[in-house]
């Protein structure tokens, strides 16, 4: 099917929008199982999803040299997680102060460059609290933030066609109107978003 759609000049992404680790008889918590089936699927796009932040064990191993993330590397869309720069997940510093040295788990951003168009591609975790091990920062924050207001308003920095949100919340809650609020004041009323 794929071999037929790219004769055609379509422009098909495999995305991947969390959750891995459960969901399936294979899914636990460190995963066992699905890290090996999970880094040989072609993913355009990954985002982190609350089982995979929940738990600081699982995080460790997604994390560890050659884990996951690093398998994913500049696939692993993440626009508002952040981490310890040692990466490990454990964000207090033994005195019960979060430490302040935060790097995003992943890239804030993505461009899918394609035969019909320049895809923009984003990924936000809802505002989840402290139940992640990771510092999950308020979408209404990283909608603020320069990086964000940059890339997206104009003169832009880099032309894109479409932006795709991979956005792992409820498709009822209020931040996917907000995001997409958001999004069309920047971009204007032309601009295909997902």
């Known amino acids: 099917w794929t071999q037929r759609e790219n004769e055609r000049d379509l422009d098909l992404y495999f995305v991947m929008n969390g959750d891995f680790v459960h969901g399936t008889v294979l899914g636990a918590d460190p995963p066992k199982y699905l890290s090996g089936i999970v880094e040989r699927m072609p993913y355009d796009v990954v985002n982190l999803g609350n089982h995979d932040v929940n738990n600081l064990e699982t995080f460790r191993v997604l994390s560890q040299p050659g884990g996951l993330i690093d398998v994913w590397g500049e696939r692993l869309v993440t626009s508002n997680l952040r981490r310890t720069n040692d990466g490990d997940g454990d964000e207090s510093n033994g005195s019960g102060e979060t430490n302040q040295s935060l790097v995003p788990v992943g890239s804030n951003y993505r461009f899918l460059r394609g035969k019909q168009g320049t895809v923009l591609a984003l990924g936000f975790l809802y505002n989840m609290g402290d139940e992640a091990v990771v510092t999950v920062e308020r979408v209404q924050d990283v909608v603020e933030r320069s990086w ?6 104009s003169p832009r920095p880099e032309e894109f066609d479409a932006v795709l949100v991979l956005a792992h919340m409820d498709a009822e809650d ?15 009323e032309d601009m295909v978003i997902q």
């Open 148 to 153: 964000f207001r940059t890339l997206l308003a």
């Open 174 to 188: 209020e931040l996917v109107a907000f995001l997409r609020s958001e999004l069309r004041a920047l971009v204007g």
